[in-house]
């Protein structure tokens, strides 16, 4: 193309960008939509962390320079006032976690869903640096801790019958940004 001219009034200030840079471009988006229902539940004391069924993506990043974004979102329910703890991990690694204090557990969120005709969501956005170009699963974790009877549920709400219960999806998205 032929060269052209930009003029600026006197009193203008900025800054041009010359070269043809890549950094913040996304690169590739996976996602994986969960519709069924999981739960998990029981007394005090029976809360160990599981991985979600059908709530994982796998992503193999381009560079090793690359960004991924996780976002997370997960509609969740309960019976008796459970509550729900999360780990997100990027394979068996546990990342995205709060500060590790004495008798406490970190995770990356929780949840109390006092009623169980009500539902929580669930969102999560983290920016990771993998470091790596082999392929790698971001998968979440949960725990549900409440009295006996307690039951948390991913896509449905405590109260499950009539035709007012509903049914909901939940999501868990990858995307490789340039860096």
Do not use: H
């Not at 229902?37 to 796998?58: E, K």
């Not at 470091?131 to 699963?137: A, M």
């Not at 896509?155 to 340039?178: F, H, K, L, M, W």
């Amino acid at each position: 193309a032929s060269d052209r001219t930009l003029k600026f009034p006197s009193d203008g200030d900025g800054t041009i960008l010359t070269t043809n840079s890549a950094t913040g471009k996304i690169l590739q988006v996976k996602q994986t939509v969960k519709t069924d229902v999981s739960s998990r539940g029981g007394s005090s004391g029976s809360d160990s962390l599981a991985a979600i069924p059908g709530l994982s993506v796998d992503i193999t990043p381009s560079a090793t320079s690359s960004k991924i974004l996780v976002m997370v979102n997960i509609k969740q329910g309960e019976t008796s006032n459970a509550w729900a703890r999360y780990q997100l991990q990027r394979d068996s690694t546990a990342i995205y976690l709060g500060d590790t204090a004495s008798g406490k557990t970190p995770c990356s969120n929780f949840t109390y869903v006092s009623s169980e005709y009500r539902m929580n969501n669930v969102e999560e956005q983290f920016l990771d640096s993998p470091n790596t170009t082999s392929q790698i699963t971001y998968q979440v974790y949960w725990g549900a801790r409440g009295g006996s009877g307690t039951i948390a549920y991913i896509n449905r709400i405590g109260q499950d019958s009539g035709d007012y219960a509903p049914r909901t999806a939940s999501s868990i998205t990858a995307i490789e940004v340039a860096a």
